[in-house]
């Protein structure tokens, strides 16, 4: 919904996310102000600016590395405390007026994306700004588009609202490692943000989530408005391990823990929890006793995991769909549990399905081209150890993608020897396949089936039956497919090929296009690729278009890419001729358009 200026409109008491955003070469610094009934601030405390950029009790907090040319705050209504009856958002500029800046709008999300804009045109050359605020209105709460200006700047609007300001520089507090001062989970750039003026899902920011105490404001004392870097002191050793970001004896405090980000110390501290079942591991509170014996849980912390999970779920499924399980995003997500104190087993729990739906899609890109890689299933593996995930489901899929492989190793030329003894072979000849067939004559009055042994060499292929035999060299195959329970092998002349039924046709076949590839390996192309390879941009496309199941009956487990038109019959390896078939279905549809 677009506000114009003066108008107003209803916001759900929900968490939510404001997002200033302009296009010219400015810097913005986002503000709040919480105001009682009187229509001020009830203390110094109440201003959320730079220097302090978490209110004491959550309710507001700036997001400090917000992506380019944008402001953002993070405001959480349900936690704004009962006597703040007004949220004032403002903004300030250094350099320059409000009246040189282009394309300046503020935005509100919540959880399902933009839901109110505001335009400000013909801004007033000022250098403070009030945006508009959040007030309450019958128990609900409403946001009022204002678009008024200060002259003299941030001071002069503070005081405005009863902020007591000092000209006195003062140093600001230090940075906590995933709200304040450090990259958020989500960092600028982020390939799911289509526009950083417009986040597709702002409010899922988990700043507002973290709950160490605030930056100190004053106490008692003017509020200092200056920016100034702290004193630089010689940094404490690293912890024993230092590339894992977590939780660690405080080196200038052991009684209580510090928070080490893998590069550096960071100001975030907290207590050490008292040992045993009696206080939260969590938090350290006493936990309560059941009335008929037990511990209860510790009530606030489950409420703020749960909360904090349900935000982490839909970012560590973004990252997992863009990057799989691994690189620095991957590594912050779990930093960021750890950083909550949540167990990461509770994280893989709520992640499960996602990792389960990830590591379908992952095994159905593999198979679009029916070859498998040593790195996709390197990935593969990587993948489920990473997720823990673990079932008859993974089992499955760990048996497909390793006999995929060996199928691939097959048809690349990477053959096994064998030894048959009492058989007759040719100066340099290895056998590869000795085992039971069938071979199929089509004759005038039916197939003619003949039970014996085939033999696959690095020279020919051999069958040997009850009184018969048939000999066929590689120069004379052009090549081999299955139907079914069958081998099919196609010659240079219309009654040189031959069909064998075998207990393992795949196999079979495989090993065979791999002994043509190498008895030719002279006229192929070396690595070249069959046209059955799909590009991973073709993939994303035909599974995104698809939802990620099977277009016939719906099922999203043991997925295949399926040509429409098979290649067999001229069709392309194109998004408009694939389409996602379950293993049941494409089997179904064989090669029947």
Not at 7 to 14: D, L
Not at 573 to 593: H, V
């Amino acid at each position: 919904m677009k506000l114009s200026k003066g108008a107003n409109a209803g916001v759900p008491t929900s968490l939510l996310a404001v997002v200033v955003s302009w296009r010219s070469d400015h810097a913005v610094d986002a503000h709040a102000l919480l105001l009682g009934e009187s229509g001020t601030v009830r203390t110094d405390r109440d201003l959320v600016f730079y220097n302090a950029p978490r209110h004491v009790s959550q309710a507001v907090t700036i997001d400090q590395e917000p992506a380019p040319r944008t402001a953002r705050l993070s405001v959480s209504l349900p936690r704004t405390e009962q006597d703040v009856h007004r949220i004032v958002i403002t903004g300030s500029v250094d350099d320059g007026t409000f009246a040189d800046l282009t394309g300046l709008s503020l935005t509100i999300h919540d959880a399902h994306g933009p839901m109110h804009g505001f335009t400000i045109e013909d801004a007033d050359p000022v250098t403070a700004l009030m945006f508009g605020e959040f007030y309450r209105r019958d128990g609900q709460w409403r946001f009022r588009a204002i678009a008024q200006g200060w002259s003299t700047g941030l001071a002069g609007l503070v005081t405005e609202f009863g902020v007591s300001v000092d000209e006195q520089p003062r140093t600001p507090h230090p940075a906590d490692p995933f709200g304040d001062g450090r990259a958020p989970l989500v960092p600028a750039g982020d390939p799911y943000r289509s526009d950083p003026a417009e986040d597709a899902n702002p409010a899922l920011s988990h700043t507002d989530l973290l709950d160490q105490p605030p930056a100190p404001r004053s106490n008692g004392r003017p509020v200092d408005l200056g920016r100034r870097p702290a004193d630089p002191a010689p940094p404490p050793p690293p912890p024993p391990n230092p590339e894992l970001a977590d939780w660690h004896s405080d080196p200038e405090n052991p009684a209580g823990l510090r928070w080490w980000d893998g590069n550096e110390w960071t100001g975030a501290t907290r207590r050490r929890p008292p040992p045993g079942e009696r206080h939260c591991a969590r938090c350290g509170n006493p936990r309560r006793r059941k009335l008929f014996g037990g511990l209860a849980p510790c009530h606030p912390c489950a409420t703020e995991t749960e909360e904090f999970l349900t935000h982490w779920h839909t970012q560590a499924w973004r990252v997992l769909t863009a990057n799989g399980p691994r690189g620095p995003e991957w590594a912050a997500l779990w930093a960021s549990l750890r950083y909550q104190r949540i167990d990461e087993n509770a994280g893989r729990e709520a992640l499960r399905d996602a990792a389960l739906s990830y590591v379908e899609r992952l095994v159905a890109f593999t198979f679009a081209d029916g070859e498998v890689e040593h790195d996709e299933l390197a990935a593969f593996e990587h993948a489920v150890k990473e997720l823990a995930l673990a079932g008859p489901l993974i089992e499955d899929l760990r048996r497909r993608m390793h006999r995929g492989r060996t199928l691939s190793r097959l048809r690349s030329g990477d053959l096994p020897v064998i030894r048959t003894p009492g058989l007759h072979l040719d100066p340099e000849e290895k056998v590869h396949l000795d085992l039971p067939a069938v071979h199929v004559r089509q004759l005038a009055r039916g197939p003619r089936l003949t039970e014996g042994r085939l033999i696959v060499s690095n020279k020919k292929l051999r069958f040997v039956g009850d009184g018969t035999g048939t000999e066929l060299p590689w120069s004379r195959v052009v090549s081999v497919q299955t139907e079914q329970d069958t081998v099919v092998l196609a010659a240079t002349s219309a009654r040189g090929g031959a069909t064998f039924t075998v207990g393992d046709p795949d196999y079979v076949a495989a090993a065979l296009e791999g002994a043509l590839r190498v008895a030719k390996r002279l006229i192929l192309t070396p690595g070249q690729r069959d046209t059955r390879s799909i590009p991973q941009e073709v993939k994303a496309e035909v599974w995104q278009r698809d939802g990620g199941k099977c277009v016939e009956c719906g099922d999203s487990h043991y997925l295949e890419f399926d040509h429409i038109i098979p290649l067999s019959r001229g069709g392309a390896t194109s998004a408009t001729n694939l389409q996602i078939l379950c293993r049941a279905c494409n089997r179904a549809k064989g090669a029947r358009i």
